[in-house]
């Protein structure tokens, strides 16, 4: 970093303060992860330096001889990854991933979509009336079950007969569950609707088999590329060869100017990670981790969602013990332990404050902590929930954190 300190200390003490957060804190935000050094590499590589629109073969500038190698590379590694016919590495995010798909499949202010309401685990951009996919389109959204918290088939599909949209999403940011991805398309099928699933939360388990996969199953599937895949923030799509043209299209020219080279490159390097077979017991054991630390959380008296976990994550419900997901998340920062509110079924507070925490084992796991570990974890969650205005227990508990945070460095040499 000696260059950047010379350049502009500001954003180089920035970085710092950063590496020293995350190296002595918890990150157990759900949908964040810790590269490797080999991934941050190719990020910060002067392979940001080029254009390179278009596809390999086929750019619109000169000198992308490498770039095509590097997309192919990565393209071919995320085929194989999930056994895809057709890969796109090229969307800048998530979001943008989702957009290609309803660019490829609907006429914006005409076509009706249907996904999972933000508020029940959706995402903002499969359908949220504040996100451009609730302006553009029709969009009918479906929930869980309020009592079992589960998605209940039978719902969907009704709301499907009844409702016959052009494209029907399924995938989440906060379902605990695991989701039927066949049961959707068989759904999107009967009322000859397209079925997308957005796996961008369980990417990684869906490669290494710990959940089903939507790949082969599903019309289409989007992925962030920094969640449990755990390579540089980016999205990507695989879908089957007859619909490769319509997505390829889609992103570029309809959606993306450039590509992001470095990026791409780093997905490549991540998806090569993924083919190790380390990997899959990575995925194996951020599973592991999430059932034994949603146990301890229960046995400490906390209520899950749904009851607990199949996947990376969990839902504690406060809303009976009269905070908010918005104080504890306060509380659990103060003490080194990273969280996010969220809504949770039947809330009855804005998504600013929310009666719930989203908890997540993918980051915690690339540190190397086992089970015994989220024991350690449960009881420190469970200690400051029980008072989060207690400043001696957070100051004690903060300091629990550091030293386990220690025993797990983020980059050992
Ligand atoms: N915002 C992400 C999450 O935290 O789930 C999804 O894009």
């Known amino acids: 970093m000696s260059y950047l300190s010379n350049i502009d200390p500001e954003i180089a003490d920035l970085i710092e303060k950063e590496r020293q957060r995350q190296t002595h804190g918890l990150e157990l935000i759900a949908s964040e992860n810790l590269v490797s050094r080999a991934v941050l590499e190719a990020m910060g590589s002067i392979f940001t330096n080029k254009y390179a629109e278009g596809y390999p073969g086929k750019r619109y500038y000169g000198g992308c001889e490498f770039y095509d190698v590097a997309e192919n590379l990565a393209r071919e590694r995320l085929k194989k990854l999930f056994g895809a016919e057709h890969a796109n590495v090229q969307p800048h995010s998530g979001t943008q991933a989702n957009m290609a798909i309803y660019f490829a499949t609907m006429e914006c202010n005409k076509d009706r979509l ?74 999107a099928d009967g009322v000859e609707a397209y079925c997308m699933a957005d796996i961008a939360h369980i990417a990684g388990l869906c490669a290494s088999g710990v959940h089903n996969t939507s790949v082969g199953v599903v019309d289409f599937t989007t992925t962030t590329t920094h969640k449990t895949l755990r390579g540089p923030r980016g999205g990507a799509i695989l879908c089957d060869q007859e619909n490769a043209v319509l997505v390829d299209k889609a992103v570029f020219p309809g959606m993306q100017g450039g590509p992001l080279m470095h990026t791409i490159a780093a997905k490549a390097v991540c998806f090569k990670e993924a083919l190790r077979p380390s990997f899959q017991e990575y995925n194996r054991q951020i599973v592991k981790n999430a059932r034994r630390l949603a146990a301890t959380l229960m046995d400490r008296g906390l209520r899950l969602v749904s009851g607990g976990t199949d996947n990376h994550l969990m839902l504690i419900d406060l809303s009976d013990r009269g905070a908010t997901g918005l104080e504890a998340e306060t509380a659990l920062g103060k003490a080194g332990i990273t969280v996010n509110k969220n809504t949770i079924p039947r809330e009855s507070r804005s998504p600013f404050v929310t009666s719930g925490l989203r908890i997540g084992t993918p980051a915690i796991t690339t540190r190397g902590m086992k089970e015994g570990e989220m024991e350690q974890i449960g009881e420190l969650i469970a200690v400051v929930l029980q008072d989060l205005h207690d400043e001696g227990t957070i100051r004690r508990v903060r300091g629990e954190v550091a030293v386990l945070a220690s025993r797990f460095p983020i980059y050992p040499d």
């Open 114 to 187: 249907m996904s999972m309401s933000l508020s029940q685990g959706g995402h903002l951009s499969h359908g949220s009336p504040v996100s451009f996919s609730g302006k553009m389109y029709q969009v009918t959204q479906y929930g869980v079950d309020l009592e079992t918290e589960v998605l209940d088939y039978g719902v969907v599909e009704e709301i499907a007969r009844k409702v016959r949209p052009k494209v029907i999403v399924c995938g989440a940011s906060a379902y605990p569950r695991e989701i039927d991805f066949k049961a959707f398309q068989q759904i």
